[in-house]
Nanobody
Framework: QVQLVESGGGLVQGGGSLRLSCAAS????????MGWYRQAPGEERELVAT???????NYAASVVGRFTISRDKVSNTVFLQMDNLKPGGAAVYSC????????????????WGQGTQVAVTS
């Protein structure tokens, strides 16, 4: 019952910036975590950054100091500000959320967005 819509990907030169947005929509659900993962060709998907309902933020070591994740809980939109992007070709950035129905004892569910491509040239 949760859908994620991502935007903001594109092609930039090394050192440039992009801001990704992910808007969550659905019914009576409670979001516990939202974040971003990325996958480059031939590589496994890896965590980039996540933020929990309690405000805890987790970043991949490779992006610390360059990327910033934030969330608007009212709109259930998560943002990833990416600065000083490093050259390395294209990767797909996918939004992810862990959620549950807003009733006691409800189990957790996970939803992925369709992904948005980010390419950084030399």
């Amino acid at each position: 019952q949760v859908q994620l819509v991502e935007s903001g990907g594109g092609l930039v030169q090394g050192g440039g910036s992009l801001r990704l947005s992910c808007a969550a929509s659905g019914g009576n659900v409670c979001i516990s975590r939202m974040g971003w993962y990325r996958q480059a060709p031939g590589e496994e998907r890896e965590l980039v950054a996540t933020t929990t309902s309690g405000g805890t933020r987790n970043y991949a070591a490779s992006v610390v100091g360059r990327f910033t994740i934030s969330r608007d809980k009212v709109s259930n939109t998560v943002f990833l500000q990416m600065d000083n992007l490093k050259p390395g070709g294209a990767a797909v950035y996918s939004c992810n959320t862990v959620w549950s129905f807003c009733v006691p004892g409800a189990g957790a569910h996970e939803t992925w967005g369709q992904g948005t491509q980010v390419a950084v040239t030399s």
